[in-house]
C-alpha cells in the first residue's frame, strides 16, 4: 500500500541554522499538508499546499517558514532560522481530493531538536 | 475556533475486553468530519475510523465503533474485544469542508492493552 515517507527521521540542529525537512507524498495524492507536534502537546496544523500555493497557514507558520514543491515528488519544510521553540516532531501528510473530505495520510515524521 | 478536547491521558484494558476513549469537540459549522487516528510507538498516525456529521447513524469499523451525539459534541471510540496490537496513541480530530481541510487534534489518549 502507498505510504507517505519522509526524511530525515531525526534532524538535530544548532539555534539559528536553516533545516529543510522532505516529505515524499503518495504519488496520485493533489494537497500536502505540514503538521507539528510539540513534545507533550498537541498535533497543530501549520500549512495546506494545492496546485502550487499554500491554500492555508496557520499562525505558526510565520516568515521562517516556507513550503515548497521542487519537483513532481517531493514536498519540503525549510525553517530558516530555527530556534529553540520549534524543537518538535514534523508530520506530512496528503490527501486525494478535497470537497468531501478525503482521508489524510501522515507520514512518519522527522523528529526536530533545536540545541 | 475549533477545539477537540480527549480528556483521558491515559487508558488500559485487558485482552479481549472493550475500551471506550472519550472525545469532545467544539465548531460552529454545521458540515464537518470527526476522526479517530492510531499512532503505534514509532510509527505513522493512520486512521481508524471516520463519522459525517450528517450522517446520525454511528460509523463502525470491524471492532471499533463510535458513539457520535451530535448536540453534546461528543465522539467516543469503543474498541471491542481488544488486541495486543490495539496499544497505541489515539487522536480524535476535527475537519471542516472548505478552504484546506485542516484537522484540528485532542491531545491524545494513550491505550495500553494488557495480556
Known amino acids: 500500500e502507498p505510504e507517505v515517507t519522509q526524511t530525515p527521521s531525526h534532524q538535530v540542529t544548532q539555534m539559528g541554522q536553516e533545516v529543510i525537512l522532505r516529505c515524499v507524498p503518495i504519488s496520485n495524492h493533489l494537497y500536502f499538508y505540514w503538521y507539528r507536534q510539540i513534545l507533550g502537546q498537541k498535533v497543530e496544523f501549520l500549512v495546506s499546499?494545492?496546485?502550487?500555493?499554500?491554500?492555508?497557514k496557520s499562525e505558526i507558520f510565520d516568515d521562517q517558514f516556507s513550503v515548497e514543491r521542487p519537483d513532481g515528488s517531493n514536498f519540503t519544510l525549510k525553517i530558516r532560522s530555527t530556534k529553540l521553540e520549534d524543537s518538535a516532531m514534523y508530520f506530512c501528510?496528503?490527501?486525494?481530493?478535497?470537497?468531501?473530505?478525503?482521508?489524510?495520510?501522515f507520514g512518519p515524521g522527522t523528529r526536530l531538536t533545536v540545541t | 475556533a475549533q477545539t477537540v478536547t480527549q480528556s483521558q491521558p491515559e487508558m488500559s484494558v485487558q485482552e479481549a475486553e472493550t475500551v471506550t476513549l472519550s472525545c469532545t469537540y467544539d465548531?460552529?459549522?454545521?458540515?464537518?468530519?470527526l476522526f479517530w487516528y492510531k499512532q503505534p510507538p514509532s510509527r505513522q498516525m493512520i486512521l481508524v475510523i471516520r463519522q459525517e456529521a450528517y450522517k446520525q447513524q454511528n460509523a463502525t469499523e470491524n471492532r471499533f465503533s463510535v458513539n457520535f451525539q451530535k448536540a453534546a459534541k461528543s465522539f467516543s471510540l469503543k474498541i471491542s474485544d481488544s488486541q495486543l496490537g490495539d496499544a497505541a496513541m489515539y487522536f480524535c480530530a476535527l475537519g471542516t469542508q472548505g478552504g484546506s481541510e485542516k484537522l484540528v487534534f485532542g491531545k491524545g489518549t494513550k491505550l495500553t492493552v494488557n495480556p
Open positions: 501528510a496528503s490527501s486525494a481530493e478535497t470537497g468531501g473530505f478525503y482521508e489524510q495520510y
Open positions: 499546499f494545492y496546485n502550487n500555493e499554500i491554500s492555508e
Open positions: 465548531t460552529s459549522e454545521s458540515d464537518y468530519y
